[in-house]
Nanobody, 115 residues
Framework: QVHLAESGGGLVQPGGSLRLSCAASRSIFSIGAMGWYRQAPGKQRDYVASMTNGGKLEYADSVKGRFTISRDNAKNTVYLQMNSLKPEDTAVYYC?????????WGQGTQVTVSS
């Protein structure tokens, strides 16, 4: 199994930045792919960004140019740097890991963009 713990959420003004972290319970080098989803109140959970072990990065159109996903294998941690935040980015952000054909989710961290 893989246990994931997100952190770094909070309240930020429009145009501001936040960096989310996702710490994994096992070496992320062994995990095929990791990424981020988000879920706003009353809406479905949507894809945000992902990266494979081979370094392929992908982003949802809504965050391209503003969000950056990265990883630190030594710390078993994946990051989501979020810049130029907008009110519509408000959501609970979830980390996901795909390992041996199964998906594992973190508990989520709240991001609120408001003035």
């Amino acid at each position: 199994q893989v246990h994931l713990a997100e952190s770094g959420g909070g309240l930020v003004q429009p145009g501001g930045s936040l960096r989310l972290s996702c710490a994994a319970s096992r070496s992320i080098f062994s995990i095929g792919a990791m990424g981020w989803y988000r879920q706003a109140p009353g809406k479905q959970r949507d894809y945000v960004a992902s990266m494979t072990n081979g370094g392929k990065l992908e982003y949802a159109d809504s965050v391209k140019g503003r969000f950056t996903i990265s990883r630190d294998n030594a710390k078993n941690t994946v990051y989501l740097q979020m810049n130029s935040l907008k009110p519509e980015d408000t959501a609970v952000y979830y980390c996901i890991a795909t390992w041996r054909g199964s998906n594992y989710w973190g508990q989520g961290t709240q991001v609120t963009v408001s003035s």
